[in-house]
């Protein structure tokens, strides 16, 4: 199979590898990470990803065309619901969020956020290209809003600022079983210590990753949105519906006020 894959930029790593013996022809679009914070940008961006994807796919020679979409992300707040495709099937893998896919699957993910609660989740491409708490990612905040505000206002904003470390008990390091690096491991430890935050590592999994982009698409794992539908929340363990196309419009007001 050919297959345009949208993902998120903290897959890039484990996606490579798992893309250089894929048997499937894979072409990869990135998105920034930490788009889940703004679910209505998230989703923004896919659908202008997935609106190229179906430019090619129209212009493209019959042995050139690809056979679906497959989203390299999960539920993350609703971002990737409300987006569709003129003419390719949308293969999202039935998860919360991008934990899951680094666990090895949903089960696993929900069996631990039961046993760990308060956790706050990093890997290395977390730690390599988000804003994971650290003394160096403060400090130069820190001297950012020195420089903005004055040095009387920059440590009340930056603690204001990050009074949400409050709600976590624990950092949890996922490490990987192809990529690992014992420097951001190491980071993470000396952070979880910096806010007197519990710290613990677990292996992580890359079968569910795998899956996705070698298949099989089974039902329990993954949901296909078929060309011409709209991938739509549904609210319970299956995570995704799909509703007509001519609902998206509605469907998108009633995400946004969500």
Not at 24 to 31: D, E
Request: charged share 20%.
């Amino acid at each position: 199979m050919r297959l345009a894959v949208i993902g998120c930029k903290v897959f890039t790593r484990e996606l490579g590898l798992i893309g250089a013996d894929s048997p499937n022809v894979l072409s990869f679009f990135w998105l920034e990470q930490g788009l889940h914070d703004t679910p209505d940008f998230l989703r923004t961006q896919l659908q202008a990803q997935i609106d190229l994807v179906d430019e090619l796919q129209e212009s493209a020679y019959e042995h050139k065309k690809f056979d679906a979409i497959v989203l390299a992300y999960g539920l993350c707040s609703n971002g990737v619901t409300g987006i569709s495709s003129r003419t390719l099937p949308l293969v999202v893998p039935r998860c919360d969020d991008c934990v899951a896919l680094f666990l090895g699957s949903q089960r696993r993910y929900l069996e631990m956020f039961a046993s760990h609660k308060g956790t706050f989740w990093c890997n290395r491409s977390w730690w390599e290209l988000g804003n994971v708490p650290s003394a160096a990612y403060y400090n130069a905040k820190l001297k950012s809003y020195a420089e903005l505000y004055g040095e009387d206002n920059a440590q009340y904003l930056l603690d204001f600022e990050n009074s949400w470390i409050q709600n976590y008990r624990e950092f949890i390091y996922i490490t990987s079983p192809h990529c690992d690096c014992p420097q951001a491991q190491e980071e993470a430890q000396r952070s979880a210590q910096q806010f007197g935050l519990g710290f613990e590592t677990v292996p992580g999994d890359s079968s569910f990753i795998r899956r996705l982009v070698n298949g099989p698409w089974t039902d329990e794992e993954f949901f296909i949105c078929p060309s011409g539908m709209v991938l739509s929340p549904s609210y319970d363990e299956g995570k995704f519906c799909c509703t007509p196309f001519e609902q998206k419009a509605d469907q998108s007001a009633v995400l946004t006020s969500v």
